[in-house]
């Protein structure tokens, strides 16, 4: 019995000794250099993107999808009774769309434009005001009635000849 915990004891012994040889058992316990370890800083130069270089009449084209898109959303909206964020999102972005469609036109088609740029405006206010969706209806009304008019006055081939 004797015999047997001496050889335990040397067996653990050696076991140890030969752990603490063990190279990864040293790197286990060495202190790590700290300048090693720091990442070198990128410097980039910031580059202003062009974009695609599209004529007048792609543009136009993009932004009248992108509000009659926006603005079927909005409709979308006001008609699932979704949240007032989800609404007051969609005519912030189809408004978005329709001043950046002002910009591209001259004068005189600006001023016509200005008139829808108001009513969304106003719908855009009236969505905010009105927090339970209660006037939901009303608003979905003059939503369709602004699209109506936009879309009667304002597409391609009747604006064609009036872009800047």
Same mark, same amino acid.
């Given at each position: 019995m004797r015999l047997r915990k001496i050889f335990l004891v040397l067996?653990?012994?050696?076991l140890l000794l030969d752990l603490a040889g063990c190279e990864s058992f040293a790197r286990k316990f060495t202190r790590k *250099? /700290? /300048? %090693?370890?720091q990442a070198v800083e990128m410097v980039l130069v910031p580059e202003e993107y062009k974009g695609p270089n599209m004529t007048k009449e792609e543009l136009y084209r993009q932004y009248f999808l992108f509000w009659k898109s926006?603005?079927? @959303?909005? @409709?979308? %909206?006001l008609t699932q009774r979704s *949240?007032? #964020? #989800? #609404?007051v999102d969609c005519a912030q972005e189809a408004l978005k769309n329709l001043v950046n469609m002002k910009n591209m036109l001259v004068a005189d088609m600006q001023k016509n434009l200005d008139v829808y740029i108001n009513r969304t405006i106003d719908l855009l206010a009236s969505i905010k005001s009105d927090i339970y969706g209660t006037n939901d209806s009303r608003n979905l009304y003059i939503a369709e009635g602004i699209k109506s008019d936009i879309h009667k006055g304002f597409i391609y081939p009747k604006i064609k000849n009036y872009l800047k």
């Open positions: 067996l653990c012994y050696f *250099s /700290k /300048k %090693a370890d926006w603005h079927d @959303e909005l @409709e979308n %909206a *949240s007032i #964020k #989800k #609404k």
